[in-house]
C-alpha cells in the first residue's frame, strides 16, 4: 500500500520540488571558487559532490559552507591540512550525480564525499532506482579513482529542520528520506571503503533563515568524525602510480591536458599582472629568499608569469625545477641542488644565477591539471626543517584561488556547478 501511495504522489511532489527550487532563488549561496582549504602538511584532497548539504544556502562564501567547514574539522582531529573542492547543484540526483564528476581527474583525490538524496526524496525516487543509481555512481567513481580513495555517503539531512518544507507535501518527502537512508545504510555496510554519516537535524533558526554557517559546522563535524580514522595515512594504501598513469593517460595526453587548461585559463603570451605579483613578492619576503616565480609549463619551455629576483623569463624543460615539483601534489624541498642528484649539473646551479635552495607548490587548473608551481629560490642552501611549508602552500593557494576566481568569473567552472 505505501508503495501504491508513492507512486500516485509521484506526479503531484515532482510540481511541488519544482516550487521550491523557484523560491530558492532569492536564498543566498556561494559565489567564489568552488574549494576550501586549512593549513597545515600532508593534505588530505578531498572532492564533495552533490545538492542539499554542498550547495551553500544561506551564506555567500566557500569557507562559511560545507567545504569549509569541512576543511577545518579535519584538521582539527588530524592535524593535517586539508583540501576540499566542490560540485554542487540544487537539481542534481542520484541518476544525474555522474555528469557532475571529473572522472578523468578523481585519481587527485584522497576521499569523495556524496551529498545526494534532498532532490530524490522530494520527488519520491523509490528506493530500488535510489540504490541501483547508487551502485552505478560508485562502481565508477571507484574505477576512475586511485586504489585507495574513500568514498562517504553523507545522510540525507532531516527536511523538518528547514522551515520551507514543513507542508504536507514536505511531511510526505521526510518520509521519503528515512526510507533513502535506511536503503543507503544497508548498501554501505555491504561495500568496502564506502562509509554512511547520517547528518543531523540543525536547530530551526528563530528568525527564519534557511541555514547558516553553524549548520554546516555541525554536518561537517559529523563528517569528519567518520573520515579521519579511514583517511590517516598510517592505515591507507596510496597509488605508486606515476601521475600519467594514475589518470590512465600517456605523458603526451597528460601535456596536451596541461596546454588546454592554459588556454582556458589564459595564461599563454599574456603580460604581468599586479595580482600575482603581489603573492609572488609576498613569497620571497615571507620566505626570506633572494628570488621568487609563479611558473608555468607548456609544451618544452617553463616561463615565469610573474617573477622576482630572477633575470630569466624563460628556460627549457630540461633545466626546470617545476618539472619535478608537478608531479607530486605536495611541496618539492631542494635544501642544497648541488648535492641532489637531479639539479647538480642544472644549469641554473652551476651558472648564473647559481641557485642552490629551491622550494615548490604545485599549481592547479580548476580541471585538475598540475600547470606550474610558485616557486622560491635562493644562492645559500639551507635545511628542510628551516622551510616553512605550511605558509608556501598557503601563498600557492592564494595564488590558485585568483585562477579560479578567473575561471569561474568566465563561466569555466570543471569542478564546481552552479547552483
Known amino acids: 500500500m505505501r508503495e501504491l501511495c508513492r507512486w500516485a504522489m509521484v506526479p503531484v511532489l515532482r510540481v511541488w520540488a519544482a ?48 567545504p569549509g567547514a569541512l576543511a577545518r574539522a579535519l584538521t582539527d582531529r588530524t592535524g593535517r591540512g586539508a583540501d576540499v573542492d566542490v560540485s554542487a547543484k540544487s537539481s542534481m540526483m542520484v ?3 555522474a555528469h557532475h564528476v571529473d572522472f578523468a581527474n578523481l585519481w587527485r583525490y584522497d576521499a569523495v564525499v556524496l551529498t545526494l538524496g534532498i532532490g530524490d526524496a522530494a520527488r519520491l525516487t523509490s528506493t530500488r532506482s535510489w540504490v541501483t543509481g547508487l551502485g552505478r555512481l560508485i562502481d565508477r567513481i571507484q574505477h576512475s579513482s586511485s586504489l585507495g580513495v574513500e568514498i562517504f555517503l553523507a545522510g540525507i539531512e532531516p527536511m523538518s529542520s528547514a522551515p520551507v518544507f514543513k507542508t504536507t507535501f514536505g ?16 548498501f554501505c555496510a555491504g561495500r568496502e571503503r564506502v562509509t554512511f554519516v547520517p547528518l543531523p537535524a540543525t536547530p530551526v533558526s528563530a528568525a527564519g533563515r534557511f541555514r547558516s554557517a553553524s549548520d554546516y559546522d555541525l554536518w561537517a563535524d559529523a563528517l569528519a568524525g567518520s573520515m579521519a580514522a579511514p583517511l590517516d595515512p598510517r592505515g591507507r594504501s596510496t597509488h605508486a602510480l606515476p601521475p600519467a598513469e594514475a589518470q590512465g593517460r ?15 585559463l589564459n595564461l599563454l603570451h599574456t603580460a604581468p599582472e599586479a595580482r600575482f605579483d603581489r603573492i609572488v613578492e ?10 621568487a616565480a609563479f611558473t608555468v609549463l607548456d609544451g618544452d619551455r617553463q616561463w615565469h608569469k610573474s617573477v622576482v629576483g630572477l633575470g630569466t623569463t624563460e628556460i627549457p624543460r630540461s633545466s626546470s625545477f617545476c618539472t619535478i615539483t608537478v608531479l607530486e601534489p605536495a611541496a618539492l624541498i ?22 642552490r635552495f629551491y622550494a615548490g607548490f604545485p599549481i592547479e587548473a580548476p580541471s ?7 616557486c622560491v629560490y635562493d644562492q645559500e642552501p639551507r635545511t628542510e626543517e628551516a622551510v616553512d611549508v605550511v605558509l608556501l602552500r598557503e601563498l600557492a593557494l592564494l595564488l590558485q ?5 578567473t575561471a569561474a568569473a568566465s563561466g569555466d567552472e570543471p569542478i564546481g556547478q552552479g547552483a
Open 95 to 97: 541518476h544525474s550525480a
Open 334 to 355: 631542494v635544501p642544497d641542488a648541488l648535492l641532489d642528484d637531479r639539479f647538480r649539473d642544472n644549469p641554473l646551479v652551476v651558472g648564473g644565477p647559481r641557485l
Open 401 to 405: 584561488n585568483e585562477l579560479w576566481q
Open 171 to 186: 511531511r510526505w518527502a521526510g518520509t521519503q528520506v528515512l526510507a533513502l537512508n535506511a536503503a543507503s545504510a544497508d
Open 368 to 374: 585538475g591539471e598540475r600547470i606550474g608551481a610558485l
Open 250 to 264: 600517456t605523458p603526451d595526453q597528460v601535456e596536451e591536458g596541461r596546454h588546454r587548461a592554459l588556454m582556458s
Open 282 to 291: 609576498l613569497a620571497s619576503r615571507s620566505l626570506g629568499t633572494s628570488a
Open 19 to 66: 516550487s521550491i527550487e523557484r523560491r530558492f532563488a532569492g536564498i543566498p549561496r556561494p559565489t567564489d571558487a568552488p574549494q576550501a582549504h586549512s593549513p597545515g602538511i600532508d593534505s588530505d584532497r578531498i572532492l564533495i559532490v552533490g545538492g542539499g548539504s554542498a550547495v551553500g544556502w544561506g551564506v555567500l562564501s566557500h569557507s562559511l559552507a560545507l
